[in-house]
Protein backbone atom coordinates (compact mmCIF):
# COMPACT_ATOMS: atom_id res chain seq x y z
CA UNK A 1 0.00 0.00 0.00
CA UNK A 2 1.40 3.34 -1.01
CA UNK A 3 0.42 6.86 -0.09
CA UNK A 4 0.60 10.50 -1.85
CA UNK A 5 2.81 12.90 0.37
CA UNK A 6 4.72 16.21 -0.42
CA UNK A 7 7.99 17.15 1.10
CA UNK A 8 6.07 19.49 3.34
CA UNK A 9 3.38 17.43 4.58
CA UNK A 10 6.23 15.23 5.83
CA UNK A 11 7.46 17.86 7.65
CA UNK A 12 4.79 19.13 9.20
CA UNK A 13 3.11 16.17 10.10
CA UNK A 14 6.68 14.90 12.08
CA UNK A 15 6.78 18.56 13.87
CA UNK A 16 3.13 17.48 15.12
CA UNK A 17 3.53 14.18 16.52
CA UNK A 18 6.83 14.84 18.10
CA UNK A 19 5.23 17.97 19.84
CA UNK A 20 2.00 15.40 21.43
CA UNK A 21 4.70 13.74 22.58
CA UNK A 22 2.75 10.60 22.09
CA UNK A 23 4.59 7.02 22.15
CA UNK A 24 1.84 5.67 18.93
CA UNK A 25 3.28 6.97 15.71
CA UNK A 26 0.10 8.52 13.92
CA UNK A 27 1.67 9.53 10.98
CA UNK A 28 0.32 7.24 8.38
CA UNK A 29 -2.96 7.90 10.15
CA UNK A 30 -2.49 11.61 9.31
CA UNK A 31 -1.28 10.91 5.54
CA UNK A 32 -4.71 8.29 5.36
CA UNK A 33 -6.90 10.64 5.47
CA UNK A 34 -5.40 13.33 4.01
CA UNK A 35 -5.07 10.94 1.16
CA UNK A 36 -8.94 10.34 1.40
CA UNK A 37 -9.78 13.45 1.11
CA UNK A 38 -7.30 14.16 -1.87
CA UNK A 39 -8.37 11.19 -3.86
CA UNK A 40 -12.03 11.89 -3.73
CA UNK A 41 -10.97 15.93 -4.41
CA UNK A 42 -9.15 15.06 -7.45
CA UNK A 43 -11.72 12.71 -8.57
CA UNK A 44 -15.02 14.97 -8.10
CA UNK A 45 -16.25 15.54 -11.73
CA UNK A 46 -17.43 19.49 -10.90
CA UNK A 47 -14.25 20.14 -12.97
CA UNK A 48 -12.80 21.80 -10.10
CA UNK A 49 -10.61 21.06 -7.12
CA UNK A 50 -12.25 23.36 -4.96
CA UNK A 51 -15.28 20.79 -3.90
CA UNK A 52 -15.25 20.29 -0.39
CA UNK A 53 -15.47 15.93 0.37
CA UNK A 54 -17.77 14.63 2.79
CA UNK A 55 -15.62 11.65 5.12
CA UNK A 56 -17.11 8.88 6.28
CA UNK A 57 -16.69 9.04 9.65
CA UNK A 58 -17.70 5.39 10.75
CA UNK A 59 -15.21 4.19 8.58
CA UNK A 60 -12.34 6.64 9.68
CA UNK A 61 -13.54 5.73 13.51
CA UNK A 62 -13.23 1.73 12.56
CA UNK A 63 -9.54 2.25 10.57
CA UNK A 64 -8.07 4.90 13.36
CA UNK A 65 -10.16 5.54 16.51
CA UNK A 66 -13.52 7.25 17.95
CA UNK A 67 -10.81 9.54 19.97
CA UNK A 68 -8.21 9.73 17.58
CA UNK A 69 -10.01 10.43 14.38
CA UNK A 70 -11.26 14.27 15.42
CA UNK A 71 -7.63 15.30 16.70
CA UNK A 72 -6.30 14.33 13.34
CA UNK A 73 -8.51 16.22 11.34
CA UNK A 74 -8.53 19.55 14.05
CA UNK A 75 -4.85 19.28 13.61
CA UNK A 76 -4.94 18.98 9.97
CA UNK A 77 -6.81 22.23 10.11
CA UNK A 78 -4.68 23.90 12.35
CA UNK A 79 -1.62 23.14 10.29
CA UNK A 80 -3.34 24.43 7.36
CA UNK A 81 -3.26 21.43 5.52
CA UNK A 82 -6.86 20.99 5.20
CA UNK A 83 -10.03 23.41 5.75
CA UNK A 84 -13.90 23.32 6.47
CA UNK A 85 -16.52 24.31 4.86
CA UNK A 86 -18.41 24.13 8.65
CA UNK A 87 -21.63 23.33 7.00
CA UNK A 88 -23.13 19.87 8.29
CA UNK A 89 -25.81 18.64 5.62
CA UNK A 90 -28.85 16.62 6.87
CA UNK A 91 -28.33 12.89 6.46
CA UNK A 92 -24.46 13.63 6.65
CA UNK A 93 -22.09 13.24 9.93
CA UNK A 94 -19.17 15.17 8.48
CA UNK A 95 -18.56 18.92 7.33
CA UNK A 96 -17.03 18.85 4.10
CA UNK A 97 -13.03 19.53 3.67
CA UNK A 98 -10.15 19.61 1.24
CA UNK A 99 -6.92 20.04 0.77
CA UNK A 100 -5.73 23.94 0.62
CA UNK A 101 -4.23 25.19 -2.43
CA UNK A 102 -1.14 26.17 -0.68
CA UNK A 103 -1.02 21.70 -0.42
CA UNK A 104 -2.62 20.84 -3.52
CA UNK A 105 0.10 23.07 -5.55
CA UNK A 106 2.59 21.22 -4.07
CA UNK A 107 4.73 17.96 -6.08
CA UNK A 108 3.23 14.54 -4.96
CA UNK A 109 5.06 11.12 -4.41
CA UNK A 110 4.01 7.88 -3.80
CA UNK A 111 6.10 6.40 -0.35
CA UNK A 112 5.40 3.08 1.01
CA UNK A 113 2.93 2.34 3.89
CA UNK A 114 4.69 0.97 6.88
CA UNK A 115 2.60 0.82 9.79
CA UNK A 116 1.13 -2.82 9.47
CA UNK A 117 -1.96 -2.78 11.46
CA UNK A 118 -3.14 0.84 9.92
CA UNK A 119 -2.69 -1.66 6.65
CA UNK A 120 -4.17 -4.34 8.07
CA UNK A 121 -7.22 -3.07 9.07
CA UNK A 122 -7.68 -0.63 5.71
CA UNK A 123 -7.39 -4.22 3.67
CA UNK A 124 -9.86 -6.15 6.32
CA UNK A 125 -12.76 -3.88 5.21
CA UNK A 126 -11.69 -3.06 2.00
CA UNK A 127 -12.14 -6.75 1.30
CA UNK A 128 -15.22 -7.31 3.53
CA UNK A 129 -16.76 -4.85 0.85
CA UNK A 130 -15.54 -6.64 -1.90
CA UNK A 131 -16.26 -9.98 -1.18
CA UNK A 132 -19.97 -8.50 -0.98
CA UNK A 133 -19.77 -7.98 -4.86
CA UNK A 134 -17.35 -11.56 -5.50
CA UNK A 135 -20.16 -13.48 -3.74
CA UNK A 136 -23.16 -11.65 -6.02
CA UNK A 137 -21.42 -12.46 -9.18
CA UNK A 138 -17.55 -13.97 -10.50
CA UNK A 139 -18.25 -10.95 -13.49
CA UNK A 140 -17.18 -8.37 -10.36
CA UNK A 141 -13.95 -11.16 -9.58
CA UNK A 142 -13.10 -11.23 -13.69
CA UNK A 143 -13.56 -7.10 -13.76
CA UNK A 144 -11.52 -6.47 -10.48
CA UNK A 145 -8.63 -9.10 -11.95
CA UNK A 146 -7.91 -7.39 -15.32
CA UNK A 147 -8.63 -3.30 -13.91
CA UNK A 148 -5.36 -4.49 -11.62
CA UNK A 149 -3.33 -5.72 -15.15
CA UNK A 150 -4.11 -2.24 -17.26
CA UNK A 151 -0.62 -0.30 -17.88
CA UNK A 152 -0.36 3.31 -19.31
CA UNK A 153 2.01 4.78 -22.01
CA UNK A 154 3.21 7.87 -19.98
CA UNK A 155 5.18 9.55 -22.59
CA UNK A 156 2.16 9.69 -24.70
CA UNK A 157 -0.36 9.94 -22.30
CA UNK A 158 1.53 13.11 -20.97
CA UNK A 159 1.98 14.38 -23.73
CA UNK A 160 -2.03 14.44 -24.59
CA UNK A 161 -2.20 16.30 -20.74
CA UNK A 162 0.32 19.05 -22.03
CA UNK A 163 -0.86 19.79 -25.09
CA UNK A 164 -2.74 23.40 -25.37
CA UNK A 165 -5.31 22.10 -28.25
CA UNK A 166 -6.93 19.28 -25.38
CA UNK A 167 -7.98 23.11 -23.60
CA UNK A 168 -7.86 20.87 -20.18
CA UNK A 169 -8.66 23.19 -16.93
CA UNK A 170 -6.31 23.33 -14.36
CA UNK A 171 -9.07 20.70 -12.50
CA UNK A 172 -8.80 18.59 -15.32
CA UNK A 173 -4.35 18.40 -15.57
CA UNK A 174 -4.19 17.66 -11.97
CA UNK A 175 -6.70 14.64 -12.42
CA UNK A 176 -5.42 13.28 -15.41
CA UNK A 177 -1.82 13.48 -13.94
CA UNK A 178 -2.83 11.97 -10.81
CA UNK A 179 -4.47 9.22 -12.60
CA UNK A 180 -0.98 9.03 -14.81
CA UNK A 181 1.03 8.79 -12.01
CA UNK A 182 -0.95 6.21 -10.33
CA UNK A 183 -0.69 3.82 -12.92
CA UNK A 184 3.07 4.30 -14.04
CA UNK A 185 3.81 3.69 -10.12
CA UNK A 186 1.26 0.60 -10.24
CA UNK A 187 -1.08 2.07 -7.24
CA UNK A 188 -4.27 0.24 -8.12
CA UNK A 189 -7.28 0.97 -6.00
CA UNK A 190 -10.64 -0.70 -5.77
CA UNK A 191 -13.91 -0.26 -4.28
CA UNK A 192 -17.32 -1.38 -4.32
CA UNK A 193 -20.39 1.11 -4.11
CA UNK A 194 -23.13 0.70 -2.79
CA UNK A 195 -24.61 1.10 -5.69
CA UNK A 196 -23.00 -1.97 -6.67
CA UNK A 197 -20.59 0.13 -9.17
CA UNK A 198 -16.50 -1.15 -9.15
CA UNK A 199 -14.67 2.04 -8.72
CA UNK A 200 -11.13 1.38 -10.36
CA UNK A 201 -8.18 3.34 -11.83
CA UNK A 202 -9.83 2.74 -15.53
CA UNK A 203 -13.24 4.28 -14.98
CA UNK A 204 -11.44 7.17 -12.73
CA UNK A 205 -9.32 8.18 -15.24
CA UNK A 206 -10.43 10.81 -18.17
CA UNK A 207 -11.56 9.79 -21.32
CA UNK A 208 -8.86 10.91 -23.42
CA UNK A 209 -6.19 9.10 -21.55
CA UNK A 210 -7.73 5.50 -22.01
CA UNK A 211 -6.28 5.30 -25.21
CA UNK A 212 -2.84 5.11 -24.00
CA UNK A 213 -4.40 2.16 -21.43
CA UNK A 214 -3.22 -1.42 -22.10
CA UNK A 215 -3.29 -4.81 -20.92
CA UNK A 216 -0.53 -7.09 -21.60
CA UNK A 217 0.53 -4.77 -24.76
CA UNK A 218 -3.17 -5.44 -26.12
CA UNK A 219 -5.42 -2.32 -27.25
CA UNK A 220 -9.07 -2.02 -25.18
CA UNK A 221 -12.07 -1.89 -26.85
CA UNK A 222 -15.43 -1.40 -25.16
CA UNK A 223 -19.06 -2.17 -25.76
CA UNK A 224 -21.00 0.69 -25.12
CA UNK A 225 -25.13 1.03 -24.46
CA UNK A 226 -25.90 4.28 -25.52
CA UNK A 227 -28.81 6.21 -22.99
CA UNK A 228 -27.70 3.58 -20.55
CA UNK A 229 -29.74 5.11 -17.49
CA UNK A 230 -32.69 6.50 -19.06
CA UNK A 231 -32.63 2.65 -20.51
CA UNK A 232 -32.43 0.85 -17.18
CA UNK A 233 -35.44 3.52 -16.47
CA UNK A 234 -37.36 1.52 -18.44
CA UNK A 235 -36.43 -1.71 -17.61
CA UNK A 236 -37.31 -0.66 -14.05
CA UNK A 237 -40.59 0.73 -15.52
CA UNK A 238 -41.38 -2.05 -17.13
CA UNK A 239 -44.68 -3.45 -16.27
CA UNK A 240 -45.70 -0.75 -14.09
CA UNK A 241 -49.44 -0.53 -14.31
CA UNK A 242 -48.71 3.25 -13.29
CA UNK A 243 -47.36 4.15 -16.42
CA UNK A 244 -49.31 4.19 -19.67
CA UNK A 245 -48.54 1.90 -22.12
CA UNK A 246 -48.61 4.03 -25.37
CA UNK A 247 -46.78 6.56 -23.69
CA UNK A 248 -44.46 3.51 -21.86
CA UNK A 249 -43.41 2.20 -26.02
CA UNK A 250 -43.04 5.77 -27.15
CA UNK A 251 -40.36 5.85 -24.24
CA UNK A 252 -38.81 3.56 -25.12
CA UNK A 253 -38.96 3.46 -28.52
CA UNK A 254 -36.71 6.86 -28.48
CA UNK A 255 -34.39 5.38 -26.22
CA UNK A 256 -33.25 2.22 -27.95
CA UNK A 257 -32.91 4.03 -31.00
CA UNK A 258 -30.67 6.18 -29.02
CA UNK A 259 -32.21 9.43 -29.19
CA UNK A 260 -33.62 10.60 -25.96
CA UNK A 261 -31.10 13.37 -26.06
CA UNK A 262 -31.88 14.83 -29.16
CA UNK A 263 -35.67 14.36 -28.32
CA UNK A 264 -35.32 16.47 -25.30
CA UNK A 265 -32.92 19.22 -26.85
CA UNK A 266 -35.57 19.71 -29.48
CA UNK A 267 -38.22 19.75 -27.27
CA UNK A 268 -36.32 21.99 -25.10
CA UNK A 269 -36.01 24.53 -28.05
CA UNK A 270 -32.18 24.24 -28.17
CA UNK A 271 -29.87 23.90 -31.26
CA UNK A 272 -27.27 22.48 -29.64
CA UNK A 273 -24.39 19.40 -30.81
CA UNK A 274 -25.10 16.21 -29.35
CA UNK A 275 -22.62 14.52 -31.40
CA UNK A 276 -19.86 16.26 -29.72
CA UNK A 277 -19.19 14.48 -26.69
CA UNK A 278 -18.82 17.28 -24.23
CA UNK A 279 -21.63 19.03 -25.72
CA UNK A 280 -23.37 15.71 -25.28
CA UNK A 281 -21.57 14.87 -21.29
CA UNK A 282 -23.19 18.71 -20.47
CA UNK A 283 -26.69 18.27 -21.79
CA UNK A 284 -27.04 14.68 -19.91
CA UNK A 285 -25.82 16.13 -16.65
CA UNK A 286 -28.50 18.57 -16.98
CA UNK A 287 -31.59 16.13 -17.34
CA UNK A 288 -30.30 14.13 -14.74
CA UNK A 289 -29.90 16.91 -12.30
CA UNK A 290 -32.99 18.74 -13.55
CA UNK A 291 -35.48 16.00 -14.30
CA UNK A 292 -34.53 11.82 -12.75
CA UNK A 293 -32.27 12.60 -10.28
CA UNK A 294 -33.12 16.23 -8.75
CA UNK A 295 -35.04 16.18 -5.38
CA UNK A 296 -38.62 16.75 -6.02
CA UNK A 297 -40.46 20.24 -5.31
CA UNK A 298 -44.05 21.15 -5.62
CA UNK A 299 -42.91 22.94 -8.14
CA UNK A 300 -41.70 20.87 -11.64
CA UNK A 301 -38.38 22.79 -12.51
CA UNK A 302 -37.71 23.40 -16.05
CA UNK A 303 -36.83 20.01 -17.53
CA UNK A 304 -39.58 18.32 -15.79
CA UNK A 305 -41.57 20.33 -17.49
CA UNK A 306 -40.57 19.46 -20.67
CA UNK A 307 -40.01 15.95 -19.72
CA UNK A 308 -43.72 15.78 -18.51
CA UNK A 309 -45.02 17.19 -21.85
CA UNK A 310 -44.01 13.86 -23.22
CA UNK A 311 -43.60 11.27 -20.58
CA UNK A 312 -46.16 12.54 -18.04
CA UNK A 313 -47.11 8.99 -16.53
CA UNK A 314 -43.31 7.91 -16.26
CA UNK A 315 -42.24 11.55 -14.67
CA UNK A 316 -44.72 11.23 -11.94
CA UNK A 317 -43.89 7.51 -10.99
CA UNK A 318 -40.30 8.92 -10.61
CA UNK A 319 -40.93 11.03 -8.43
CA UNK A 320 -43.29 9.44 -6.52
CA UNK A 321 -40.07 6.77 -6.21
CA UNK A 322 -37.91 10.27 -4.96
CA UNK A 323 -40.75 11.16 -2.82
CA UNK A 324 -38.92 10.16 0.20
CA UNK A 325 -35.36 10.05 -0.47
CA UNK A 326 -33.92 11.48 -4.19
CA UNK A 327 -31.07 9.42 -3.91
CA UNK A 328 -33.34 6.26 -4.43
CA UNK A 329 -34.05 6.30 -8.32
CA UNK A 330 -30.39 6.30 -9.00
CA UNK A 331 -29.24 4.42 -6.43
CA UNK A 332 -32.12 1.73 -7.74
CA UNK A 333 -31.00 2.03 -11.29
CA UNK A 334 -27.78 1.75 -11.12
CA UNK A 335 -27.67 -1.44 -8.72
CA UNK A 336 -29.90 -2.57 -11.79
CA UNK A 337 -26.89 -1.79 -14.66
CA UNK A 338 -24.54 -3.34 -12.34
CA UNK A 339 -26.34 -5.89 -12.08
CA UNK A 340 -26.57 -6.94 -15.72
CA UNK A 341 -22.98 -5.91 -16.92
CA UNK A 342 -21.60 -7.99 -14.32
CA UNK A 343 -23.68 -10.77 -15.78
CA UNK A 344 -22.72 -9.99 -18.95
CA UNK A 345 -18.74 -9.87 -17.89
CA UNK A 346 -19.68 -13.76 -16.25
CA UNK A 347 -20.74 -15.12 -19.01
CA UNK A 348 -18.23 -13.30 -21.47
CA UNK A 349 -15.05 -14.75 -18.97
CA UNK A 350 -16.83 -18.59 -19.32
CA UNK A 351 -16.71 -18.09 -23.45
CA UNK A 352 -13.74 -16.58 -23.94
CA UNK A 353 -11.65 -18.17 -21.07
CA UNK A 354 -9.64 -17.07 -18.12
CA UNK A 355 -6.90 -15.32 -20.36
CA UNK A 356 -8.76 -12.63 -22.21
CA UNK A 357 -8.89 -9.91 -20.41
CA UNK A 358 -12.94 -8.08 -19.27
CA UNK A 359 -13.68 -5.30 -16.88
CA UNK A 360 -15.67 -2.72 -16.98
CA UNK A 361 -15.93 1.46 -17.21
CA UNK A 362 -19.76 1.59 -15.12
CA UNK A 363 -22.52 0.84 -18.01
CA UNK A 364 -19.28 -0.14 -20.29
CA UNK A 365 -17.93 -3.16 -20.85
CA UNK A 366 -13.96 -3.21 -22.11
CA UNK A 367 -11.89 -5.86 -23.99
CA UNK A 368 -9.44 -6.58 -26.47
CA UNK A 369 -9.74 -6.04 -29.81
CA UNK A 370 -10.02 -9.67 -31.09
CA UNK A 371 -12.50 -10.50 -28.22
CA UNK A 372 -15.00 -7.47 -28.73
CA UNK A 373 -17.67 -8.70 -31.02
CA UNK A 374 -17.93 -11.62 -28.19
CA UNK A 375 -18.73 -9.37 -25.47
CA UNK A 376 -21.34 -7.49 -27.91
CA UNK A 377 -22.79 -10.38 -29.06
CA UNK A 378 -23.79 -11.58 -25.46
CA UNK A 379 -24.45 -7.58 -24.48
CA UNK A 380 -27.48 -7.90 -27.28
CA UNK A 381 -27.85 -11.79 -26.29
CA UNK A 382 -29.16 -10.81 -22.45
CA UNK A 383 -31.24 -7.74 -23.74
CA UNK A 384 -32.83 -9.82 -25.81
CA UNK A 385 -34.09 -11.81 -23.38
CA UNK A 386 -36.20 -9.22 -21.51
CA UNK A 387 -37.26 -8.34 -25.17
CA UNK A 388 -35.21 -4.94 -25.53
CA UNK A 389 -33.07 -3.89 -28.71
CA UNK A 390 -31.24 -0.71 -27.44
CA UNK A 391 -28.58 1.05 -29.62
CA UNK A 392 -25.10 -0.78 -28.45
CA UNK A 393 -21.88 0.37 -30.19
CA UNK A 394 -18.45 -1.03 -29.81
CA UNK A 395 -15.28 0.96 -30.17
CA UNK A 396 -11.30 1.68 -29.60
CA UNK A 397 -11.14 3.67 -25.84
Not at 11 to 22: A, Y
Request: charged share 25%; aromatic share 10%.
Amino acid sequence: MKFLVTNKLLLVISTVIKQTKIKKDFTFHYLYIVNKIRHAQILNTDNTSETYIRLCYDFLETTISKEQTPIIIRTLIEQNIIECDGVAIIGSKAYGYRITREFMAQKWKYIAVTDTELVGKIMRITEMKLNLAFESSDGYRTAAYWSNKITINKRNALSFVNNPKNNLSEHQIQQAKSSILALTKSVFFLTYGKTARLYTNLNCIKRGLRQFITVDGQELHGVDITSSQPLFLGILLKNNSNIEAVEYEKYMNVVCNGTLYEYLAKAAGLDIDLKNHTVRSQFKKMIFAGCLYNKPQLKLSEWELIFQSSFPTILAECRRIKEKDHKVLAQQLQRLEASFIFECVRIGAEELGDNTPITTIHDEIVSTKESIHIIEKIVRSEFSKIGIEPKIESSKL
